[in-house]
Structures are given as C-alpha cells and as structure tokens.
C-alpha cells in the first residue's frame, strides 16, 4: 500500500495568512492526488483533483502543486471559512489511501 | 442538487451484520462509479472500495474485501454497503461518496456506526 504522510497535523494560522500543508506518498503516485476539505459539521467537500487542478466552486485562493511523491495545498489568504481539516488522497494504485489529515485552526 | 444520503447506522454487536444504504438524487446514478469511506472516530480516513457504475465490477481495501460487500440498485438509485462479522475497528462515520472528475466529487452527511456489547 501507499502511505501517504500530511505534515503538519496540526496548524494555527492568521486571517488573511498564507498557510501550505504538505502531503509524501511513500513512493511516486505520478500526480494522482486530490485533497478533500472538511467542516467542523462533518461535510465533505472537494477541493483539488490531479495536483493541481480546482473542482468546480473552489476559490482561487486555493492551489496544488507537486510531483513524484511530495505535493502540497496553498490558500494564499485565509478566510474564517477555511479554518477545516484537509487531507490528502492518491489515486496512483489500489487500495486507494488518503492522509493523516491537517487541522488548520485560528491562531 | 446531488444529494447522497446515507441510512442504516447504528449500535451493532460484535460479530453481527449491517447493512447500509445511499440514496443518490440529482444527477444520473448509473453513469457514475460510487464508493464507500469511513472516518474512524480518530479521524483516520480509510477507502472500503468502489463499485462500477453498472456494477459489474467491485474492488475493495484488501484488509475488508472478506467482510464488506458493495452492491448497487440503479433503478432505486441506491448504493448499498454489506457488513458482516464486524469488529470494535469497524466502528466509524460511513460516507457514501461519487467518483466524478478524477475524485471523489461529492460525499454524503455520513452515517455512523458503533460496534459494541
């Protein structure tokens, strides 16, 4: 299996701060890799498919960049909605694994 | 809208079976591959497997493909999810989820559910 490793766990951050959470797969996933936002409700949403590529009703202030087994999420600037756990997803090989997750708490 | 909501959950016993349901709406349930996750109470995700969308063919995680068991109903738009055996591990919030572009593009509220005597 693919083991997938979010740092950090846990991240408090500002308004309006840019925050990056990191995502290593335990070998190379060739791209394969979503991200998923949770809500302190339990919804889950969508975020990024394929790196880099936002789902449909995703702001721009979110991106995804990487490659080979290190990729990473970057919100340029946090608003009160962000403030969630995301995890990461490799699609390169079954079973199919996600992250630990990264809780992005209010400074 | 899509819509995916989950039923089923529950107290259960230790060696018991369950089985959930989803009922998907808003869109045309047998174009899409669906698929099972869980959140343990730690808030671990873990994929159980997906189900094509004719359901003609299954896969699962390797370490419940003995005791889970997707199947599918495209004329009630429903998915469903077999649990048999279960174990105090298996207890967890299930999420019935949609396999869209490249991912999964939509999850139900989830539904949880407890093994325990």
């Known amino acids: 299996d693919i083991q997938m490793t979010q740092s950090p766990s846990s991240l408090p951050a500002s308004l309006g701060e840019r925050v990056t959470i990191s995502c290593r797969a335990s070998?190379?996933?060739?791209?394969?890799l979503n991200w998923y936002q949770q809500k302190p409700d339990g919804t889950i949403k969508p975020l990024i498919y394929?790196?880099?590529n936002l789902q449909s009703g995703v702001p721009s202030r979110f991106s995804g960049s990487g490659s080979g087994t290190d990729y990473s999420l970057t919100i340029s600037s946090l608003e009160p909605e962000d403030f969630a756990m995301y995890y990461c997803?490799?699609?390169?090989?079954?079973?199919?694994?996600f992250g630990g997750g990264t809780k992005l708490e209010l400074k | 809208e899509v819509q995916l909501v989950e039923s089923g959950g529950g107290l259960v016993q230790p060696g018991a079976s369950l089985k959930l349901s989803c009922v998907a709406s808003g869109f045309t349930f047998s174009d899409y591959w669906m698929s099972w996750v869980r959140q343990t109470p730690g808030k671990t995700m873990e994929w159980i497997g997906d189900i094509k969308y004719d359901g003609s063919y299954t896969n699962y995680a390797p370490s419940l493909k003995n005791r889970f068991t997707i199947s599918r109903d495209n004329a009630k738009s429903t998915l469903y999810l077999q649990m048999s055996n279960v174990r105090s591990e298996d207890t967890a919030t299930y999420y019935c989820?949609?396999?869209?572009?490249?991912?999964?593009?939509?999850w139900g509220q989830g539904v949880m559910v407890t093994v325990s005597s």
């Open positions: 394929y790196t880099s």
């Open positions: 070998q190379g996933i060739s791209n394969n």
């Open positions: 997803q490799q699609d390169a090989s079954f079973p199919r694994t």
């Open positions: 989820t949609r396999w869209g572009l490249g991912a999964l593009d939509y």
